[in-house]
């Protein structure tokens, strides 16, 4: 059996034989293979976005005597409100004037 180039240590057995199945099936012209590599490749596609990754809001030191106040989404050092990135792409979001 050939050995697959660039699979080594990323990802295991699954990441193998999902390489193998795309390129039998893309350049072997083997259906099945590409069925193989193709549902191996939305499985891992599917797990890495489930994934919980922690999300940082602010990052600032803390002074003896300082308090954190959370609430709504807006985290306040001491009453002063910090920026706060939000949605996806970290855009900060002006605020609507409450009517």
Known sequence: MAR??????????L?????????????????????????????RTIRRMAERKPEILIREEIKPGQRITIANNVATIDGGELPVKRGRRGKLKPRKPAD
């Open 4 to 13: 697959i180039r660039g699979t080594k240590g990323k990802g295991g057995p």
């Open 15 to 43: 990441a193998t034989l999902q390489s193998i199945g795309i390129s039998r099936g893309l350049f072997g012209g083997s259906k099945g293979w590409l069925y193989v590599g193709g549902g191996l490749w939305t499985v």
